[in-house]
């Protein structure tokens, strides 16, 4: 689908209203090497925001919920968010946010390099607040090659400034140690916990299939590096997530404890199993942090180094216990997912990408039994390298999966097929401009987005 204006506004909308994200600028001031936007093979509808008045960007503020967080400096649809601190005019954007929604908590992602003394002290002012701070290396001469930033120091500089000012902030890691080395992925984590991060995220970097030879690794390097932390990291006084986790079940086990937090003062640890919360089952990792999350001081039994135990998180209602838990599945995208499944006749062939494919396939493994479904991992072709999730899905990838599937599986009729929702926008375009309805016209099938 061609770029138009009235599309533009639409996904600026679109991501405003379901994300509760408020876009501010799609310009950068570093040239990160595992830039995705780097890699993009020919033909990948992604668009940037004009620049825009401080007054223009409030005037959507009408259209956030303001009893969900705001999010700023990330995207949710096919908008680039550059570094929102670059705006000639964050100041009054920011200030001018909390004065129309003067509780509703802010999440504000940010490469750091613009944590000046004066903007901590603005973010000190707008509080509620959260910073996400993408360091990827303490080490300047590590963070310079990583990210060509001209004063690389700063960000350590600002991390240390938001923890000294009370600010709470996250540090994340795009993990390169094929570039910078392992140890200085634990030195940076290191870093982060010194300077007073709450949790520190190691993302799994991405390649295409046009990245040149020095950004490319090994096929587990997911593993390895789930591995370094587990053995390496653990003890460096701020829980370390991993994103995307490899998850293959929906245990609820904690990833972590924050420091200071009534989880801690529980005596939960990290890798504790949560097996109750006031009497009842969780089905997921998110439905455990959602019902601790939403309780007044409730009751968690809970299996820690083989001994079940129960304690009381003392908090009130709607505030975290500082359990942090890797994200698995929404309850709600859970029941969703499993009704769809089983209504209507015959088999329903669930698409997913290969990172999601084993969890995909034990969340639906009674349905799998029954004789529901089917899951059917597809490979990122069209992006190839180390891309594997679904939400990079293309039209050809799907329907060159689909047809080997069907050839290769002609005693099973398929009566549906299941789409990833997130690899198509709002009009069922993927990123190529292609529709969804172009693999039900093809195979003659019943095609969905979910």
Same mark, same amino acid.
């Given at each position: 689908? #061609?770029?138009?204006?009235?599309?533009?506004?639409?996904?600026?909308?679109?991501?405003?209203?379901?994300?509760?994200?408020? #876009? &501010?600028?799609? *310009?950068?001031?570093?040239?990160?090497?595992?830039?995705?936007?780097?890699?993009?093979?020919?033909?990948?509808? *992604?668009?940037?925001?004009? @620049?825009?008045?401080?007054?223009?960007?409030?005037?959507?503020?009408?259209?956030?919920?303001?009893?969900?967080?705001?999010?700023? %400096?990330?995207?949710?649809?096919? +908008?680039?968010?550059?570094?929102?601190?670059?705006?000639?005019?964050?100041?009054?954007?920011?200030?001018?946010?909390?004065?129309?929604?003067?509780?509703?908590?802010?999440?504000?992602?940010?490469?750091?390099?613009?944590?000046?003394?004066?903007?901590?002290?603005?973010?000190?002012?707008?509080?509620?607040?959260?910073?996400?701070?993408?360091?990827?290396?303490?080490?300047? +001469?590590?963070?310079?090659?990583?990210?060509?930033?001209?004063?690389?120091?700063?960000?350590?500089?600002?991390?240390?400034?938001?923890?000294?000012? %009370?600010?709470?902030?996250?540090?994340?890691?795009? *993990?390169?140690?094929?570039?910078?080395?392992?140890?200085?992925?634990?030195?940076? +984590?290191?870093?982060?916990?010194?300077?007073?991060?709450?949790?520190?995220?190691?993302?799994? @970097?991405?390649?295409? $299939?046009?990245?040149?030879?020095?950004?490319?690794?090994?096929?587990?390097?997911?593993?390895?590096?789930?591995?370094?932390?587990?053995?390496?990291? $653990?003890?460096?006084?701020?829980?370390?997530?991993?994103?995307?986790?490899?998850?293959?079940?929906?245990?609820?086990?904690?990833?972590?404890?924050?420091?200071?937090?009534?989880?801690?003062?529980?005596?939960?640890?990290?890798?504790?199993?949560?097996?109750?919360?006031?009497?009842? &089952?969780?089905?997921?990792?998110?439905?455990? /942090?959602?019902?601790?999350?939403?309780?007044?001081?409730?009751?968690?039994?809970?299996?820690?180094?083989?001994?079940?135990?129960?304690? /009381?998180?003392?908090? #009130?209602?709607?505030?975290?216990?500082?359990?942090?838990?890797?994200?698995?599945?929404?309850?709600?995208?859970?029941?969703?997912?499993?009704?769809?499944?089983?209504?209507?006749?015959?088999?329903?062939?669930?698409?997913?990408?290969?990172?999601?494919?084993?969890?995909?396939?034990?969340?639906?493994?009674?349905?799998?039994?029954?004789?529901?479904?089917?899951?059917?991992?597809?490979?990122?072709?069209?992006?190839?390298?180390?891309?594997?999730?679904?939400?990079?899905?293309?039209?050809?990838?799907?329907?060159?999966?689909?047809?080997?599937?069907?050839?290769?599986?002609?005693?099973?009729?398929?009566?549906?097929?299941?789409?990833?929702? $997130?690899?198509?926008?709002?009009?069922?375009?993927?990123?190529? %401009?292609? /529709?969804?309805?172009?693999?039900?016209?093809?195979?003659?099938?019943?095609?969905?987005?979910?």
């Amino acid at each position: 689908m #061609p770029w138009t204006e009235d599309y533009l506004n639409a996904l600026i909308m679109r991501t405003v209203q379901e994300a509760n994200i408020l #876009p &501010v600028t799609s *310009a950068c001031n570093v040239s990160c090497v595992f830039c995705s936007h780097r890699q993009n093979p020919a033909g990948v509808q *992604a668009y940037r925001v004009p @620049p825009r008045s401080a007054v223009e960007i409030l005037d959507l503020v009408q259209w956030l919920d303001p009893k969900r967080t705001v999010v700023i %400096g990330e995207s949710a649809t096919r +908008i680039i968010e550059g570094e929102p601190l670059l705006h000639p005019e964050i100041t009054a954007v920011l200030t001018g946010l909390r004065r129309l929604l003067p509780k509703t908590p802010l999440q504000i992602t940010t490469n750091g390099s613009l944590l000046s003394s004066a903007m901590v002290r603005l973010l000190d002012r707008i509080r509620p607040v959260t910073v996400y701070l993408s360091l990827n290396s303490s080490d300047p +001469i590590k963070r310079r090659l990583l990210m060509r930033d001209p004063q690389p120091g700063r960000a350590l500089e600002g991390a240390v400034l938001l923890g000294a000012a %009370g600010v709470p902030f996250e540090g994340s890691v795009v *993990a390169m140690p094929q570039l910078v080395g392992w140890e200085d992925l634990c030195r940076t +984590i290191a870093d982060l916990g010194r300077a007073g991060a709450r949790v520190v995220r190691v993302f799994m @970097p991405g390649f295409t $299939r046009l990245a040149p030879p020095d950004l490319r690794f090994r096929d587990d390097l997911g593993s390895r590096l789930a591995a370094y932390l587990d053995n390496e990291c $653990r003890d460096l006084g701020v829980p370390v997530v991993l994103e995307p986790p490899l998850l293959t079940n929906l245990t609820p086990q904690a990833r972590g404890v924050l420091s200071g937090s009534p989880a801690q003062a529980a005596g939960v640890r990290a890798g504790d199993v949560i097996r109750r919360v006031d009497g009842r &089952v969780p089905c997921s990792r998110v439905e455990t /942090h959602q019902w601790i999350s939403q309780a007044e001081r409730p009751e968690v039994a809970l299996l820690s180094e083989g001994e079940e135990r129960t304690v /009381h998180l003392d908090k #009130p209602a709607g505030v975290s216990a500082g359990l942090v838990f890797d994200y698995d599945f929404d309850p709600r995208q859970l029941d969703e997912l499993r009704h769809t499944v089983r209504r209507g006749r015959g088999q329903a062939l669930v698409v997913t990408g290969v990172l999601a494919g084993a969890l995909m396939a034990r969340v639906l493994e009674q349905d799998i039994e029954e004789g529901h479904c089917r899951v059917l991992t597809v490979d990122n072709r069209f992006f190839g390298g180390s891309i594997g999730c679904a939400g990079l899905l293309v039209v050809d990838d799907v329907l060159e999966a689909l047809r080997t599937y069907l050839s290769e599986n002609p005693r099973y009729e398929v009566e549906r097929v299941l789409l990833p929702q $997130r690899a198509f926008d709002y009009r069922g375009f993927d990123l190529t %401009g292609r /529709h969804y309805r172009e693999i039900e016209d093809g195979l003659g099938v019943d095609v969905r987005l979910l």
